[in-house]
């Protein structure tokens, strides 16, 4: 049973466009949820997070949101660029231990 | 610069035979983890440890061990008992009590 789910596999944008990305969930317990990018063959880095007292959190290009009554996040990614191609997972918390449930990831290809 | 290092980059393991993934991290970070990548799937948790001495499985446990007799090393060991261990597998350290996770640059590990 996944409990975070980011149901497209992949994502193609033109550069200079924008880039959304979902991410969906299911238990009403999760209280931090957190975007990584990651590059082939690479470790993931940490994007951007978002606390569930929040709806929105920016920085940069990068601005999460949260709507905790369809239990649904999005990453946006204004404009896009060719090095934001990559995969982009959504994790959770529900603070309990502080492990994180993560999602299959989005693979985001950027054209030019 | 503070990080978190893995090796070997690449591994190759023969039937039957027990493996060691290296992870040391200089960040003084309390609580390292384990996690394991399939194409097409999110991370997977196989271990943690929030303190030295202690650890914890994850959902993944089985064919796996580790040890943490010291802060900045948590070296996995895939056993002969993992029938499926090809995968890239991934170390990473957070700051005790917090959910944003740093990540090495993974392992790569196949089956001959």
């Known amino acids: 049973d996944q409990q975070v789910k980011q149901n497209s596999p992949s994502l193609s944008v033109q550069e200079g466009r924008i880039s959304i990305l979902n991410c969906d969930y299911t238990?009403?317990?999760?209280?931090?949820f957190l975007w990584y990018k990651k590059y082939p063959a690479e470790g993931p880095t940490f994007l951007i997070s978002i606390s569930s007292i929040k709806d929105k959190n920016e920085d940069g290009r990068f601005t999460v949101f949260l709507n905790k009554s369809a239990k649904h996040l999005s990453l946006h990614i204004v404009p896009s660029q060719p090095g934001d191609s990559a995969v982009y997972f959504c994790?959770?918390?529900?603070?309990?231990?502080?492990?994180?449930?993560w999602g299959a990831g989005t693979k985001l290809i950027i054209k030019p | 610069d503070g990080g978190i290092t893995q090796s070997p980059k690449y591994l190759f393991r023969k039937e039957g035979q027990n493996v060691t993934l290296s992870c040391e991290q200089n960040?003084?970070?309390?609580?390292m983890y384990w996690y394991r990548q399939d194409p097409g799937q999110g991370l997977r948790l196989i271990y943690y440890?929030?303190?030295?001495?202690?650890?914890q499985k994850g959902d993944i446990a089985e064919g796996y061990s580790v040890s943490r007799e010291k802060k900045e090393s948590f070296p996995l060991t895939v056993t002969s008992a993992q029938k499926n261990p090809t995968a890239f597998y991934l170390c990473a350290s957070s700051m005790a009590g917090h959910e944003k996770l740093f990540f090495g640059s993974g392992t790569q590990l196949s089956v001959l």
């Open positions: 960040l003084n970070h309390d609580a």
């Open positions: 440890s929030q303190i030295v001495n202690d650890f």
């Open positions: 994790a959770a918390s529900d603070g309990s231990n502080y492990q994180l449930i």
């Open positions: 238990n009403s317990m999760f209280d931090y």
